[in-house]
């Protein structure tokens, strides 16, 4: 069973919390109708979740939601992915906003789950997932990279896991 990776946008991909422009960003200006955004990105993030699309499957799970496959991805060299849906926030007593819907979008497969907002709740929630929290002043890093390669080397990354209830 090949794993997914949730992707969050903003924080590992674009570390809105760096000073300035973080060696190998570059800032790019997203204007969709009278909106407009500001966000870093580093094409090497491209080729590295490229080239890791072949051990998992790639899913946006940002609160871009759609955007993220509109505005963001072809900005990446990324190809249109699923994409995680948040359709009405419930707040959560702790940890991320986001664990409820991940856990009925992934089911039973496996997962690995790149955010800034991810942490110990998620880890205890998902024993079996690579939680991988992200610092949003810095984004994705060679190491989370390397971690995420690793795991995915390893059997039980590829293996169902029962369903939180
Ligand atoms: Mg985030």
Redesign the pocket.
């Known amino acids: 069973m090949r794993p997914l990776l949730l992707l ?5 991909l674009n570390p ?1 919390r760096a000073d300035g422009v973080p060696p190998g960003y570059e800032r790019h200006e997203i204007t969709e109708g009278a909106k407009t955004w500001r966000v870093l990105l580093n094409p090497v993030h491209g080729v590295q979740l490229n080239a890791l699309a072949d051990s998992f499957d790639l899913v946006w799970a ?2 871009w939601e759609h955007g993220a496959n509109r505005l963001l991805g072809p900005l990446l060299g990324l190809p249109e992915l699923p994409t995680i849906l948040w359709p009405d926030r419930a707040p959560v007593r702790r940890g991320s906003w986001k664990a409820p819907y991940v856990a009925d979008w992934v089911g039973d497969r496996p997962f690995a789950w790149v ?3 991810v942490g110990e709740s998620e880890r205890a929630r998902f024993p079996q997932a690579l939680i991988l929290p ?1 610092d ?1 002043r810095a984004g994705l890093t060679d190491q989370h990279f390397a971690v995420l390669r690793e795991w995915v080397r390893k059997p039980f990354a590829h293996k169902a896991f029962p369903r939180d209830s």
């Not at 969050?8 to 590992?12: N, Q």
């Open positions: 969050d946008f903003d924080g590992p809105h940002s609160s955010d800034d907002e992200v949003a």
